[in-house]
Nanobody, 123 residues
Framework: QVQLVESGGDSVQAGGSLRLSCAARYTFRHYCMAWFRQAPGKEREGVASIQTDDRTSYADSVKGRFTISKDNAKNTLYLQINSLKPEDTAMYYC??????????????????RGQGTQVTVSS
């Protein structure tokens, strides 16, 4: 049973930083990975993706502040979030797709999905 487990969410002040992690119980070097988030009362949106060849893509709303990375040896995906804003408050999820992917794809369409970690940013 493939499993993705997110961690690292916290309540922080605006301007702060967090690093989210997503641990995979499988060898994910053959998977494209992505981060999504869902704010209260809003639809879930993709924010970043990283391909098997380490090419990264970001939503315009997070470019310059979010950095997606992975450690294949640890089967762990990361999302570094800097200069946090109250509008970054959301549940953050990771997802995996065999081969290539894009964060424009629906979260539900990914092969594997995590349960989420909460990020709350206060002003």
């Amino acid at each position: 049973q493939v499993q993705l487990v997110e961690s690292g969410g916290d309540s922080v002040q605006a301007g702060g930083s967090l690093r989210l992690s997503c641990a995979a119980r499988y060898t994910f070097r053959h998977y494209c990975m992505a981060w999504f988030r869902q704010a209260p009362g809003k639809e879930r949106e993709g924010v970043a993706s990283i391909q098997t060849d380490d090419r990264t893509s970001y939503a315009d709303s997070v470019k310059g502040r979010f950095t997606i990375s992975k450690d294949n040896a640890k089967n762990t995906l990361y999302l570094q979030i800097n200069s946090l804003k109250p509008e970054d408050t959301a549940m953050y999820y990771c997802a995996a797709e065999l081969g290539a992917c894009t964060f424009y794809t629906s979260f539900a369409a990914f092969d594997y999905r995590g349960q989420g970690t909460q990020v709350t940013v206060s002003s």
